[in-house]
C-alpha cells in the first residue's frame, strides 16, 4: 500500500491527489487554483488592452509628425513669394490633411479606435470579481477634431497662411497632451499586467505547497520501500 501511495505521488507529481488524501489542503488549493485561472484569464485581456493603447499612442506620435510637416510647408510656402509655389504648397497640405485622416482612422486594433473621428472607449477589468476597472476614453484626432482646415485661398496672402499654422499649433498642443493621457493610461495598464502576473506565479505557488510531492524524497522512499 505504502509502495503503491509513492508511486502514485510520483506520477501524478502530487501527495494530495483527492480530499481523501487531506480534504483541507485539496480545497484550499483548489481555491488558489481557480483564482489564478479566472486571473489568467483577465490578464490576456489586458495584454490586449496595452496592445490597444499603444496602437493608438503610436498613432498620435504619426500624427504629430504629420501636423509639424504640414506646419513645415505653411512656414516655406509664407516666405515665398511666388503665387504658384504657394498653390502648390497648398495642394501638398491638402494632401497631408487627408493622410492625417486616413492615421487617425487606421490607428485601431482588434476592431477599437480611440483617435477617429467618433472614438470608441476601452474598459479593462483588473479583478476577478470586476470591482477594478479602468476606462480609456477615444479622443478624436482627426483633421475636424483638430480643427485642421484646407488651405485657404490656395495660401494666395499671408493672412490665410497664419490660419493655417495658428491652427496647427493648436492641433499640436492637443495632441501632445492626448498623447500624454493615453501614454500615462497605457504605463497603469502594464502595471497591472505585471502585477496580475505576479499574483498568478504566487496562487499558483501557494496551491502547490499544499499539493505538490516532493519528488526527490518520494523517489528515496520508493527505493526504501522495495528494498
Do not use: H, Y
Amino acid at each position: 500500500a505504502a509502495i503503491n501511495r509513492t508511486q502514485e505521488r510520483l506520477a501524478t507529481g502530487l501527495k494530495v491527489n483527492s480530499a481523501v488524501d487531506n480534504s483541507v489542503a485539496f480545497f484550499d488549493a483548489a481555491t488558489l487554483t481557480g483564482r489564478a485561472t479566472a486571473l489568467q484569464l483577465l490578464k490576456d485581456d489586458i495584454d490586449q488592452a496595452v496592445s490597444s493603447v499603444q496602437s493608438a499612442v503610436d498613432g498620435i506620435e504619426a500624427i504629430e509628425d504629420i501636423v509639424e510637416q504640414m506646419k513645415g510647408l505653411a512656414l516655406s510656402a509664407k516666405s515665398d513669394s511666388s503665387s504658384t509655389n504657394r498653390s502648390k504648397a497648398a495642394v501638398q497640405f491638402n494632401d497631408l490633411k487627408s493622410q492625417l485622416d486616413n492615421l487617425a482612422n487606421d490607428s485601431s486594433f482588434k476592431g477599437t479606435n480611440l483617435l477617429k473621428g467618433s472614438p470608441g472607449n476601452l474598459k479593462i477589468t483588473f479583478s476577478e470579481d470586476g470591482s477594478s476597472t479602468l476606462t480609456v476614453s477615444g479622443v478624436a484626432s482627426d483633421a475636424s477634431a483638430l480643427s485642421i482646415t484646407t488651405a485657404a485661398a490656395d495660401w494666395a496672402a499671408d493672412t490665410n497662411v497664419d490660419f493655417a499654422v495658428n491652427d496647427l499649433d493648436s492641433a499640436l498642443t492637443t495632441l501632445r497632451s492626448t498623447a500624454l493621457t493615453l501614454g500615462s493610461n497605457a504605463s497603469v495598464i502594464a502595471l497591472r499586467l505585471d502585477f496580475a502576473d505576479t499574483l498568478i506565479t504566487a496562487l499558483q505557488e501557494g496551491a502547490g505547497k499544499l499539493v505538490n510531492a516532493d519528488l526527490n524524497a518520494e523517489s528515496a522512499n520508493l527505493l526504501t520501500l522495495q528494498t
